[in-house]
């Protein structure tokens, strides 16, 4: 039987990293795989308030950029529900971290999906619905973040669109697939 994935996608405050939390209402040993870094004191504080925000009940991991093996740790370290928060970030440590090839990472990343015997979830930016950037390498992380989106939408089970902290069902279960 496959177990439940989910891509929990939205703009900037939209209740995103809530609603993805609630996923895991029920799990005992659930793991947060948290792309984000304090590079600065504001986002220093972001991160202990979103630290505050879930609990003592998570169990943490810190990865700016191999999600697959972060995914492989809280499996086996006994994971019963793993949230990957956020895509987009993880994206742009790739960018200015390493500019590593997005497309191979994303392969594995899909891999991992349909392998997964552990409920997961992904965060995700939806980035495309404002004015085109006008510079290259914010139409560059753009382009990336509706492909790995786009990728992901696909490999998984349901996709809720955040609007305003309300959950939107937009796929569950491959009932788009007359649609395609």
């Known amino acids: 039987m496959k177990t439940s994935t989910f891509l929990v996608t939205g703009g900037a405050r939209s209740g995103k990293s809530r609603i993805a939390l609630s996923l895991a209402e029920k799990s005992v040993k659930p793991f947060y795989i948290a792309t984000g870094w304090a590079g600065d004191s504001e986002m220093d504080e972001r991160i202990r308030i979103h630290k505050a925000d879930r609990g003592g009940k998570w169990t943490?991991?810190?990865?700016?950029?191999?999600?697959?093996?972060?995914?492989?740790?809280?499996?086996?370290?006994?994971?019963?529900?793993?949230?990957?928060d956020c895509l987009t970030l993880w994206i742009s440590n790739l960018m200015m971290l390493e500019d590593e090839n997005l497309e191979n990472r994303t392969t594995e990343l899909l891999e991992t999906i349909r392998n997964i015997k552990v409920p997961l979830a992904f965060v995700s930016n939806e980035v495309g619905c404002g004015i085109v950037p006008g510079d290259p390498i914010s139409r560059r992380f753009r382009d990336d973040a509706g492909f790995v989106n786009q990728k992901i939408a696909q490999a998984v089970e349901n996709v809720i669109l955040a609007v305003s902290g309300i959950p939107v069902l937009i796929k569950k279960s491959g009932v788009n697939k007359q649609w395609i």
């Open 60 to 84: 943490l991991i810190e990865e700016k950029m191999a999600l697959t093996g972060a995914i492989e740790k809280a499996v086996s370290q006994g994971a019963d529900f793993i949230l990957v």
